[in-house]
């Protein structure tokens, strides 16, 4: 089975400031097909997740451009380019190459 | 518009049984896999399973296979999760959401729900 890493586990940033979560893969997240299934999910408080990002680098509908995914193989990256007070919450890193499917642990994005 | 709507809030005594639900509606739900993910109280997402309800195709995670049993009702666009006699540990907020099917991505999630296991 895939195992994926998030570092940080937390992430104190100021207001306007950039933020950049790491991801890693136990083994390459590129399909058969070509395609790598690496998204990138949002959980504000007492929500449910909230798709972001999905196939390394591409924002969902509705997403706002400060938020960017890039990576490749086994190491992915989400950079927010100014955090708002609104992106508080715990991003996690999914892989949906290989079944079983699986999250990373989150990283928890607070404001400082 | 593409919604899943889940059943209620649950509280169980341990080696009861329950299957909760998720409604979709808005798409084919026969055409979308549908995914259920656990979380514990004050803890991360974990992936349990997934099934397709075009032809009931079902996946598990190791760390849940013989503990659930995911399955769909095509009838009623409705998929299910059962446990045939629950834990304490099984207290969690569980969550359904769509794998879209060509980026295979969870897009579209239910509200959650939460399950509680106490004696």
């Known amino acids: 089975d895939i195992v994926m890493t998030q570092i940080p586990l937390s992430s104190p940033v100021t207001l306007g400031q950039p933020a950049s979560i790491s991801c890693r893969s136990s083994q390459s997240l590129v399909h058969s097909d070509g395609n790598t299934y690496l998204s990138w999910l949002q959980q504000r408080p007492g929500q449910p997740p909230r798709l972001l990002i999905y196939k390394i680098s591409n924002r969902f509908s509705g997403v706002p451009d400060r938020f960017s995914g890039s990576g490749a193989g086994t190491d992915f990256t989400l950079k927010i380019s100014r955090v708002e007070a609104e992106d508080v919450g715990v991003y996690y890193c999914?892989?949906?190459?290989?079944?079983?499917?699986?999250f990373g642990g989150g990283t928890k994005v607070e404001i400082k | 518009e593409v919604q899943l709507v889940q059943s209620g809030a649950e509280v169980k005594k341990p080696g009861e049984s329950l299957k909760i639900s998720c409604k979709g509606s808005g798409y084919t739900f026969t055409s979308y896999w549908v995914g259920w993910v656990r979380q514990m109280p004050g803890k991360g997402l974990e992936w349990m399973g997934i099934i397709y309800p075009g032809d009931s195709d079902t996946r598990y995670s190791p760390s849940f296979q013989g503990q659930v049993t995911i399955s769909a009702d095509r009838s009623i666009s409705t998929a299910y999760l059962q446990w045939s006699s629950l834990k304490a540990s099984d207290t969690a907020l569980y969550y359904c959401?769509?794998?879209?099917?060509?980026?295979?991505?969870?897009?579209?999630w239910g509200q959650g729900t939460l399950v509680t296991v106490s004696s």
């Open positions: 999914m892989q949906a190459t290989q079944f079983p499917h699986s």
């Open positions: 959401a769509r794998l879209h099917w060509r980026s295979l991505h969870f897009d579209y």
